[in-house]
């Protein structure tokens, strides 16, 4: 199975947080989530924990490389720019990432966040999510318990996949 790049300065067990989610589902694939994933203003359809999502620069409503965007989650406002995108196509898979960062100073928080999508045998997909945080925010979030990043991103998923299911 493939796996998630990592910027530099981001990769896991290295910053202050570090949360990873991943389901692998039969009767699904890649071409069938990619839509619900990469259309952002879609999330709050599925994910409770998304809002206010808005674009800069006359862009969107799909991510793609470079894009500049905003949304609310986990309390925080986030501004994020899209740093990969590839649309999943025959023996690759889907990935999207951005970096995101809200407040400063003492309350800066900066994330990366990867999506992966990928078609397996047998009628599978597997969509794993990862997400780095640095910052003293993403400190006190690692202490939280239960931990509301591995919860907020499985809520994520789970979501994700029925409305995949639901098309």
Do not use: C
Not at 7 to 17: A, M, R, S
Not at 51 to 62: M, N, S, V
Not at 155 to 160: I, K, M, N, P, V
């Amino acid at each position: 199975m493939n796996e998630i790049f990592w910027p530099q300065g981001y990769l896991p067990g290295t910053t202050e947080n570090f949360a990873s989610n991943e389901v692998i589902v039969a009767g699904l694939s890649a071409a069938d989530v990619w839509p619900f994933l990469v259309n952002a203003p879609l999330w709050p359809t599925y994910y409770a924990n998304s809002a206010d999502i808005r674009f800069y620069d006359g862009k969107g409503p799909i991510l793609e490389n470079g894009v500049r965007f905003y949304f609310s989650t986990f309390g925080f406002p986030v501004e994020a720019q899209v740093t990969e995108y590839q649309a999943p196509v025959a023996g690759q898979p889907g990935r999207v990432a951005w970096h995101g960062w809200a407040g400063e100073n003492d309350t800066r928080l900066d994330v990366h966040h990867a999506w992966l999508i990928e078609d397996l045998s047998g009628g599978r997909v597997r969509i794993l999510t990862q997400e780095t945080q640095k910052g003293k925010p993403a400190e006190e979030l690692a202490k939280a318990r239960p931990n509301p990043m591995i919860n907020g991103h499985q809520e994520w998923l789970d979501g994700l996949v029925e409305a995949a299911r639901k098309n």
